[in-house]
């Protein structure tokens, strides 16, 4: 009895993957740009070096724009232009009706939104960083996650959480941490963690959008850094959809699942790897946490064998803990190498810059593992 | 209320008890009336002004304060040893030797200062990440603090804290969310209760923290167990970028309290925060309970070293506090027109004081910073003895072994 009904999973996909993720994407994602599922970009000059930072703000002055219902408050968000500047103009732009400076009151603000998304506005809620959300997660969990389940399904809450998430450099230990399994763990609430400009305005926008409470949990660390953006991003009406992961690097030897700042030293882990190894690792960007694309990772495990995830939060009861655990449940029978994870140590952060270099993932680890798990 | 003014406080303050008037910033208000002793350890009378304090149900401190030459000198050390610290942190800073976030008490001084010489060393203190200044009154080392600050092994965290988190005896951090020190602090003085220890605990927090939730869950219970405790809001008008009026309803720090009884205090002078503290002491000693003070202070600096300062308030603003409340030069003047020193006198004491911290700066530069290594990496997430077999690295490989 038990058997099938375990196997089950496992075997919709071999009978049906491509079949659901087509379906899937013409269900979900009208407005989302062709191009980003084509890879790379149409034309060569219709692509934009853009800051993280800069799409973020972009897709906040878009969805402020659309819709009325919507309107961001946080700490610091109106007259400072935000702590790190990613609500720079908006304030000038859409007036402090729409653009609200609050107390530090985390539990208070964060409370707030909620109300207000119950009573059917579409609140953005920044933090300064998601360190300080766990002045306010009862809220997030307790109020915004749960409503719409306990009511029935008679009350949504369209509420949006964002701010700097994970590893931040030299601020120790109650400044850097990563929440993704936190709230990845929750049912009820969606999570999403971009790396690219591209990510960060596509899941902002689209978890604004969405009539769920979203937690975009975005990195520090990447606001300044630029990525192109293809012309289609760069349209107002550019939207990613949640819980789709994106293939950043096709490869056949290796995959390498991760998300938010780790993706990009996964990348280059990757370029690594295939020039002293001559190894083709794919390296899937999740851009979700929850929904967590699970298609996608097993059918590159799949065409791979190997799998390997990269994050940078505490390694027990985690994100890559979670994607080892489904990659047994749905593809045991194509592991060639038992599967493996680079985490963050357990560790809280150190402040030494040595010290702090050891607590988390670097690209030398990730392709000493790589190799290791390869037999190279 | 019975205790409302009829006091011995001046009389001027005796005539309007309930005329508005705002605590002065003046760092040089005191007075002394007789002539200050010959020797440097007999104490003599100086008198505070009348614009010192502000009170909310509460009889005001006495207006006047024993002191010695001695102590003021030490004060004044102190001061100057602070912000030579401050100012040596923000070299290092600007030269990125310092990492991450630095926030500095410059002009914040005598708070620090005038409540290490209200209270003694059992006396329990608990602030927030602006705690450079409280770590060295409670007795870190200039060469801790920078070691740290540089992340150094010998820093006063061994390089595990940095700039907000530094702990001495007695001293509890060094937090880095704001508010939530607060009810740690109510913590600290129901421990002092517990044991029946005649202390009392100081708890700091910014303008820009007290409306946090906890803030007042940690009054109520203050006050509804009488806990030994000083509630402080360090109120430098700022908290990062927002000025007190646009983030507070009630700008009036020390009647936040409610049903706990407030003291405004002039935080730019150290002798009214010291005359304050020693009253609140006494206060919450003897039974009665916390109660809720306000320092007026002003930073100079940015809210951390990321922050200009000057997008939210004017230079004119920062410059007019600077060269007329200062809280060294205030005290300075005073101490001149005293006679408690002489001019050549107090030039060799800032000497000696940037002397000193010139050299301790230099000395933590010179110390190693930790191994790169699993042990000292996973030391001390545990209790030493107590620690779990094992804790996972980056990798399996990684798995350090105590």
Known sequence: MAAPRLFRPTARLFSSRLASTALRSNLRQTACAPSIYRRGYATENGTKEVTVRDALNEALAEELELNQKTFILGEEVAQYNGAYKVTRGLLDRFGPKRVIDTPITEAGFCGLAVGAALAGLHPICEFMTFNFAMQAIDQIINSAAKTHYMSGGIQPCNVTFRGPNGFAAGVAAQHSQDYSAWYGSIPGLKVVSPWSSEDAKGLLKAAIRDPNPVVVLENELMYGQSFPMSEAAQKNDFVLPIGKAKIERPGKDLTIVSLSRCVGQSLTAAAELKQKYGVDAEVINLRSVKPLDVETIIASLKKTGRIMVVESGYPMFGVSSEILALSMEYGFDYLTAPAVRVTGAEVPTPYAAGLEGMAFPQEDTIVTQAAKLLRL | ?402
Request: proline letters at 4%; aromatic letters at 10%; charged letters at 25%.
């Open chain 2, 1 to 402: 209320m019975l205790f409302r003014s009829v006091r011995t406080a001046p009389l001027r303050r005796a005539f309007t008890p309930l005329a508005r008037r705002t605590v002065t910033t003046d760092a040089a208000s005191a007075n002394v009336e007789s002539p200050v002793p010959q020797e440097d350890d007999k104490l003599f009378t100086v008198r505070l002004s009348d614009e010192s304090f502000e009170t909310y149900e509460l009889d005001p401190p006495p207006y006047t304060l024993e002191t010695s030459k001695k102590e003021l000198k030490q004060m004044y050390y102190d001061m100057v040893a602070i912000r030579r610290m401050e100012m040596a942190a923000d070299r290092l800073y600007k030269e990125k030797k310092i990492r991450g976030f630095c926030h500095l008490s410059t002009g914040q001084e005598a708070v620090a200062v005038g409540i290490e010489h209200a209270i003694d060393r059992m006396d329990k203190i608990i602030t927030a990440y602006r705690c450079h200044g409280f770590a060295m009154m409670r007795g870190g080392t200039v060469k801790s603090i920078i070691g740290e600050l540089l992340g150094r092994r010998e820093g006063i965290a061994y390089g595990k804290g940095g700039s907000m988190h530094m702990f001495a005896p007695n001293f509890y951090g060094g937090n880095g969310i704001v508010g939530a020190q607060v009810p740690v602090g109510a913590g600290l003085a129901f421990a002092q209760q517990y044991n029946e220890q005649p202390n009392t605990s100081i708890v700091l927090y910014g303008d820009g923290a007290s409306n946090q939730g906890q803030v007042f869950e940690a009054f109520n219970m203050a006050k509804l167990w009488n806990l030994p405790v000083l509630f402080g809001c360090e109120n430098n008008k700022y908290g990062m970028g927002t000025s007190a009026s646009r983030s507070s309803a009630l700008t009036e720090y020390y009647k936040r309290g409610q049903y706990i009884p407030g003291l405004k205090v002039n935080g730019m002078d150290v002798l009214a925060t010291k005359a304050a503290v020693q009253y609140g002491k006494e206060y919450a000693i003897s039974g009665k309970g916390p109660l809720v003070f306000e320092y007026v202070t002003y930073r100079y600096g940015g809210h951390s070293m990321s922050d200009p300062g000057t997008t939210y308030r004017s230079r004119e603003e920062i410059q007019r506090m600077r060269s007329t409340n200062d809280p060294i030069a205030g005290l300075k003047q005073k101490m001149l027109e005293w006679g408690v020193t002489t001019e050549e006198e107090l030039k060799s004491l800032d000497k000696t004081a940037r002397a000193n911290v010139d050299a301790e700066v230099a000395e933590a530069e010179e110390m190693p910073v930790p191994d790169n290594t699993s042990r000292i990496l996973f030391e001390d997430i545990y209790v030493r003895g107590s620690e779990p077999k094992w804790m996972r690295g980056r990798t399996v490989d990684e798995t350090f072994y105590y």
